[in-house]
DNA sequence: ACTTATTTGGGTAATTGGGGGT
DNA sequence: TCTGTCCCAATTACCCAAATAA
């Protein structure tokens, strides 16, 4: 179902995070992020998914392991994101 | 199953996707998005079809597990879970 | 037939996308 | 490797006034 959750463009995302846009556009294309493209092909964010990054970002370990490489994603879909937002407006 | 035929205005959509409802309805002039005309030539728009162009191409694995976020993700994943998206200029 | 909110139409400024190079 | 800035093209947002929907 519907995450529900308010979008945001990609200059409110780059103003969270205080980068430029494009940065954010190449998170997005990076699949570092979730990304929603409209019909006419911008980027819309999920404010819930760029909320728990920039709360994630405090995170402790910063070990830079280049032999972890998890280059597959399985095919475990998990559709909808984890926290179940019940903020319908 | 139930297809859900319920009718959307343009605000609704335009809301939805976080964008212009005049947007909404140069979507619907260029053909991108289906609509119904109304007798006074005003637009309405299928739920069903706003919800799959929603959800069609959001969907990445959403791993809040920053504490265990590889920085560096690996080679070419073709596991791509969203078809290459067809509408790129 | 009324009012109130939304949608429509055209035109112009701002944002965004993609590629390239610092 | 990652980010900020350049280019240009496409998409989107905001301005107006009139018509439609409920």
Known sequence: MDTGDRLLTPGEVAALFRVDPKTVTRWAAAGRIGSIRTPGGHRRFRESEVRALLE?????????????????????ASTGPGPANAGMY
Chains 1, 2 share one sequence.
């Open 56 to 76: 994630g970002e405090g995170m402790l370990d910063e070990g830079e392991d280049v032999a972890n490489r998890p280059r597959n994603v399985g095919p475990t």
